[in-house]
C-alpha cells in the first residue's frame, strides 16, 4: 500500500486540521510546523503532497503519543462532518450508515489518488458498521474520526473498536463501530 505516496494528494483543510491543534505550541514544536513551511494551506482545497499528512502523523506519534492522533481525528471530524452539512451530503437527521456513505464519497474527492483508494463499507447492521480504510490515512486518527462522526448522529454509547490491522499483518485497517 505504501507504493505511489507521491502521487496522493490531499485538501489543505485536513492539513490545517492538524497543525491548528498545536497553534499555541509553535515555538515548542518548531519541528512539527518546519513539515508544513513552503505549502500552501491558505485555500481548504489546496491539494497538498499526501507525504506531508504522513510526516505530521509520525512526528505526533513519535512525539506526542497515541492520543494526540485521536484528538486530531475529533477535530478532522468536526470539520468533516460541517463539510459534509455544507454540501448536503448528509443533514441534522442523518443515520450513522447515511454518514458513512458521505465519509466514502468524500474521501474519494478529498484526496487525490491514482488508485481511489479510501474507505469501503464492509457490513452494518442497526447499531453497527464495519469500515475497511483502504488509503493511506493514520489508524489512530481514524479512531477519532469515526467516533466523532457517528456521535453527530445523535445516537450513544459510541464504541470504535480496530479489529484488523495493517500493522498486524491484515491487508488493511479494518474498524467495528458500534452505539446502542
Not at 492538524?18 to 513552503?38: M, N, R, T
Not at 462532518?81 to 437527521?93: F, G, H, I, K, Q
Request: net charge positive; glycine share 6%; charged share 30%.
Amino acid at each position: 500500500m505504501k507504493e505511489l505516496i507521491d502521487e496522493i494528494y490531499i485538501d489543505a483543510w485536513a492539513i490545517n486540521d492538524i497543525i491548528s491543534c498545536y497553534q499555541d505550541k509553535k515555538a515548542d514544536y518548531p519541528d512539527l510546523f518546519q513539515i508544513v513551511s513552503g505549502y500552501d494551506l491558505s485555500k481548504p482545497t489546496n491539494k497538498i503532497p499526501f507525504k506531508v499528512y504522513v510526516e505530521l502523523c509520525s512526528w505526533i506519534e513519535k512525539k506526542l503519543g497515541q492520543f494526540n492522533l485521536i484528538k486530531i481525528g475529533r477535530r478532522i471530524g468536526e470539520s468533516t462532518y460541517s463539510l459534509m452539512l455544507e454540501t448536503n451530503m448528509v443533514n441534522a437527521e442523518s443515520k450513522p450508515l447515511d454518514v458513512m456513505k458521505a465519509l466514502v464519497l468524500l474521501a474519494q474527492k478529498g484526496v487525490k489518488d491514482p488508485k481511489r483508494r479510501g474507505w469501503d463499507i464492509v457490513s452494518h447492521t442497526d447499531k453497527s458498521i464495519q469500515m475497511r480504510k483502504t488509503q493511506l490515512f493514520n489508524t489512530h486518527i481514524q479512531v477519532g474520526l469515526l467516533d466523532t462522526l457517528v456521535r453527530k448522529c445523535k445516537v450513544y454509547g459510541v464504541q470504535v473498536n480496530l479489529v484488523k490491522e495493517e500493522g498486524k499483518g491484515a491487508e488493511f485497517d479494518e474498524y467495528l463501530i458500534t452505539w446502542l
